[in-house]
């Protein structure tokens, strides 16, 4: 059941999408109020009380935006959908930035509107049962090392520490991590899984899957990038609830595509890895990758920035890293071009063919970094200290 508020600039508009609310099938409530988004903050009370705030208003200025964030300031769950006729890709950035995720054009598709519903719900259903992290690798600069990073380090969690481990390949040019762990092609792709959504459960989703380890799979990216503007978030966040329900860890190779679709998984993902190498050209698109992150709300604690390739005697060192990017690289990796180029020419990870080489190593200090190893809480260790062994024999008094 969702609680939706809808604050519209037209009462006409309302009734429809009041009608359409009723036909899409999905458990509702609703309040509606009249309003334009300017307006926003006196609706604030009732904004923190609802899962879904629908505004309607096809008269804004792109300054009105600003009216949004200030209304969902105390409502970190709350789901934002505009619509509007007034639509622009300029208009759509602004209102990702301002926080709505959910963008529609007016006179409203009842099929985008059902199915960006449909992710409402699933997010808040995703909510209540989550229990696997999800940990996304995003780069301002392409070519730096993320799929490397991410698919060796999932081998690296589920060969050595024992997690249970799904890889998914968001990239949306041309997809590649699956052949950096495996020579056989993968049974079916995000694309060919998202075309058939209906179908999901365990049982389809294991069938679609490479298994490379007993501990590792991986779901192939789309393929080639007409396919990949075929995905939607609805499907994405439908994958990415029941990966959560059946893995420790989700980590989500996103590379340099940040997109609308992307956004929606940065959005879910409890961390993010940010790559980058020691050039002026990766930090000048670091910088403005984490000033986005800034504006989509992220907390600054969210991500953590790693450079691949490292070398100390680079002129741009870590001083100037931490300068520019206000924050550390919480993990530095070392150039290792041998590991690497006998790692991706066999499709083989690192861990397999290049175990003692600089790089795997330096991979697994970054599992140890973002998985640290469960710590025992003090009061099990104390209630182990002190435990009966269950073969001790019972203590006698001593006689007198
Ligand atoms: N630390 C490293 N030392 C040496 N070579 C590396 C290292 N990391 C990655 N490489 C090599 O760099 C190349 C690019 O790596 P990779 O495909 O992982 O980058 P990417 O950031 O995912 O690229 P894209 O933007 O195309 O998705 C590969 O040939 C890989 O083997
Ligand atoms: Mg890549």
Redesign the pocket.
């Known amino acids: 059941m969702i609680d939706i508020l809808l604050v519209s600039a037209n009462d006409a508009c309302a009734a429809q999408i009041d009608a359409m609310l009723r036909d899409c099938g999905i458990a509702h409530t609703l309040r509606t109020e009249p309003g334009a988004l300017r307006a926003l903050a006196r609706h604030a009370e009732q904004i923190r009380k609802a899962d879904l705030l629908i505004i309607e208003d096809s008269a804004f200025a792109a300054t009105d935006l600003a009216a949004i964030e200030e209304a969902t300031t105390h409502a970190p769950n709350l789901s934002c959908m505009l619509v509007t006729s007034a639509l622009s890709t300029d208009t759509l950035m602004a209102a990702m930035r301002a926080g709505v995720r959910h963008v529609l054009s007016w006179p409203l598709d009842a099929t985008a509107f059902a199915r960006e519903l449909a992710h409402v719900a699933g997010k808040k259903n995703a909510h209540t049962r989550r229990a696997g992290r999800v940990l996304s690798f995003a ?1 301002g ?11 060796n380090l999932g081998y690296a969690l589920a060969a050595s520490r024992d997690k249970r481990v799904l890889l998914v390949d968001l ?1 949306q ?2 997809a ?2 699956s052949l ?1 762990l495996s020579d056989k092609p993968p049974p079916a792709t995000l694309y060919d899984l998202s075309t058939q959504i209906d179908r999901l459960d365990p049982a389809f989703f294991e069938a679609c899957v490479a298994r490379v380890h007993p501990n590792l799979d991986v779901l192939a990216g789309a393929g080639d990038p007409v396919k990949a503007a075929e995905l939607r978030a609805s499907h994405l966040q439908r994958v990415l609830a029941l990966a959560r329900e059946q893995y420790d860890i989700v980590l989500c ?1 996103v ?2 595509s940040i997109n609308p679709l992307s956004i929606h998984v940065l959005d879910q993902s409890d961390a993010i890895t940010v ?1 980058l190498q020691q050039t002026i050209a990766h930090l000048h698109a670091t910088r403005r990758l984490l000033d986005l992150f800034g504006e989509l709300g992220y907390a600054a604690s969210k991500t953590r920035l790693v450079v ?3 070398d100390k005697r680079e002129q741009v060192g870590l001083d100037a890293i931490e300068r520019t990017l206000g924050a550390k690289p919480a993990h530095l ?5 041998k ?3 006998q ?2 020419n066999q499709g083989m990870p690192l861990y397999t063919v290049a175990k003692n080489g600089a ?1 795997a190593k ?1 991979v697994d200090a970054l599992a140890a970094l973002l998985c640290p190893p469960e710590a025992v809480p003090r009061k099990r260790i104390l209630a182990r200290l002190f435990a009966a062994k269950p073969d001790a024999r019972p203590q006698l008094k001593p006689s007198h």
């Open positions: 780069a600069k392409g070519g730096c090392g993320t799929t490397l990073i991410a698919a990239n040019q041309f590649d991590a950096l190779d590379g340099q790559v691949n390739h490292y990796l070392p150039h290792d071009a590991s690497a180029r790692a991706v790089l330096s």
